[in-house]
């Protein structure tokens, strides 16, 4: 006796065709660090009145800014990010403030040629040196000598000073052109150096200061910044759209040349990154901001961006605190963006000792019971780790109208609910799983007036959508041929024919122009190609 075997066949739920995908990547663990300096919401967006030519943070804690604009230098409170204090004792616009490495000392120049320094608590004016003819555009600080610094200027001359006597020590003559930015040396304070808008860059040793620049670097544009990075041995310049790394123990060798900004970049800095953002603590990266708005960071021991952020102004300088949790960057029309990081606390000892009462133990944890209601509600909070072997929960799938049609068979009525739904995909998936069933001409002839009148709608506003239209303008084709009839006795319908002829016709007179300026375009792009 042969034995009857039923097929039960499983059904799924009909599925729209996949969009491309988009180009947008997974964000890493460094550009989630980056994004994390944020504004605080309770602080408002700093607007000052001109633009911002500096930023510079005071090496000690806590680590409040300095920003130079007009002739003013403004003091920021690092924790407040308010105002803290101003300096306005400069006859001229001030330029490159920096502290001293003790963070109690301010130097700052001016256009009228003249360094300043004050006491940044009384803000008293406690030195003022005289010596250039032309403004002066950049004041640096030695890492820890505290008794001297140099200076330059727009009269293309580097001046070493003794701040006690308040006289020039040396003149450091070897630029043709103005002298803009400069920086000194992490570990050595005998070395520095300077940059101009000869494109030059000249390292300077105050110990051989009789026989000029112990080395030059000619970075081909005018540098508009020049720092050490904290080895010492290399340096990143900026001048044009690039920002260059340079192996100084290496004679001068370009190990790097980035050049992903579209405008000058005005500024550079050293920030650092930690075990926060997934990789070892103590990595350094070059900050870098453009007149084209954006800020970009590098990794010069990987030679690639790996962030880079658009503001709405042209950029002129950028700072980055000691500790890592604040990025300001200041802009051509005054606004100074401050990006706030947390830092986690270190909450070891929180339980300490207490004057008096010494040592404070923790209660120990009760044990959980199998009698106890957590004890079968343990564990369901974890996250898995590596290695751990993870059973996820069967998801229960929603089940559309017209699949729950389609899975009884009933192909009109599966055909207008979809219809009725409005969503183009879903639409077209059904008009899909109906061909492969050989039904869909079929479930066209047995539709009604209203809702042949629906079709023609979804038709007159589809069928020349490219991802649609390989299969909906052959059914509009077949859709006239098969309901003539109807169509010439219904108004309604004919409308509807009408408005999809002139769909058809503008996408035609619209592919026939395309074809006219690819006719147009092809031989100049040949052209192109050959030279």
Request: net charge positive; with cysteine; hydrophobic share 35%.
């Amino acid at each position: 006796m042969a034995e009857n075997k039923t097929a039960i066949a499983k059904t799924f739920p009909v599925k729209p065709k996949l969009k491309p995908a988009s180009n947008k990547s997974t964000p890493t663990p460094e550009s989630k660090y980056w994004k994390s300096f944020k504004q605080p919401k309770e602080t408002p967006t700093q607007t000052l009145i001109s633009s911002i030519t500096s930023l510079s943070f005071s090496p000690t804690q806590p680590h409040d800014f300095a920003a130079t604009h007009s002739a003013t230098v403004t003091i920021f409170s690092a924790q407040t990010l308010e105002p803290k204090s101003t300096i306005a004792a400069f006859s001229d616009t001030a330029t490159s403030a920096i502290f001293r490495s003790d963070g109690r000392l301010l130097a700052a120049g001016d256009l009228s040629g003249s360094v300043r320094i004050f006491d940044v608590k009384s803000r008293v004016p406690l030195r003022h040196l005289r010596g250039h003819s032309r403004p002066v555009r950049v004041v640096r600080y030695p890492k820890a000598d505290k008794l001297h610094l140099f200076s330059g200027g727009d009269d293309a001359i580097v001046k070493y000073w003794d701040v006690t006597t308040e006289t020039q020590i040396f003149d450091l003559i070897g630029h043709k052109d103005y002298v803009r930015c400069g920086d000194v040396c992490p570990v050595n304070d005998d070395m520095f150096v300077s940059g101009s808008y000869d494109h030059k860059i000249k390292l300077w040793d105050i110990r051989v200061s009789s026989s000029g620049s112990v080395m030059e670097i000619n970075h081909g544009k005018p540098v508009e910044d020049v720092i050490y990075l904290p080895s010492g041995g290399l340096i990143a310049t900026a001048g044009g759209n690039s920002v260059k790394i340079w192996d100084v123990i290496g004679g001068g060798r370009l190990l790097h040349s980035m050049e992903s900004h579209n405008k000058t970049v005005t500024s550079i800095c050293v920030g650092k990154i930690g075990k926060e953002s997934g990789e070892e603590a103590q990595q350094y990266r070059v900050l870098s901001v453009s007149l084209d708005g954006y800020m970009k960071v590098f990794d010069y021991a990987k030679f690639k961006i790996t962030h880079s952020m658009r503001f709405p102004n042209p950029l002129l300088s950028i700072g980055f605190s000691p500790d890592c949790s604040t990025r300001v960057i200041g802009t051509s029309n005054g606004t100074l963006y401050v990006g706030k990081r947390k830092v986690k606390e270190n909450i070891e000892g929180e339980l300490g000792e207490f004057s008096g009462f010494g040592a404070v133990e923790e209660a120990p944890k009760r044990a959980l019971r199998p009698s106890y209601f957590r004890y079968f509600h343990r564990g369901q909070n974890e996250k898995p780790v590596e290695g751990d072997y993870l059973i996820m929960r069967p998801k229960k799938v929603k089940v559309a109208e017209h699949d729950k049609l389609l899975k009884k068979f009933r192909h009109k009525e599966a055909l207008v609910s979809a219809l009725n739904g409005k969503n183009p995909e879903n639409i077209v998936a059904v008009m899909e799983e109906l061909v492969a069933r050989k039904k869909l001409l079929k479930c066209v002839s047995n539709l009604d007036t209203e809702e042949i009148g629906l079709l023609l709608r979804f038709l007159q506003r589809y069928s020349t959508t490219p991802r649609y239209a390989g299969l909906l303008m052959g059914l509009a084709k077949k859709v006239v041929e098969m309901r003539a009839e109807d169509v010439r006795g219904s108004e309604e319908l004919r409308g509807h024919i009408r408005n999809l002829k002139r769909t058809v016709e503008e996408e035609i007179r619209l592919q026939q122009s395309l074809q006219e300026i690819q006719g147009i375009i092809s031989p100049l792009l040949r052209i192109a190609a050959r030279r």
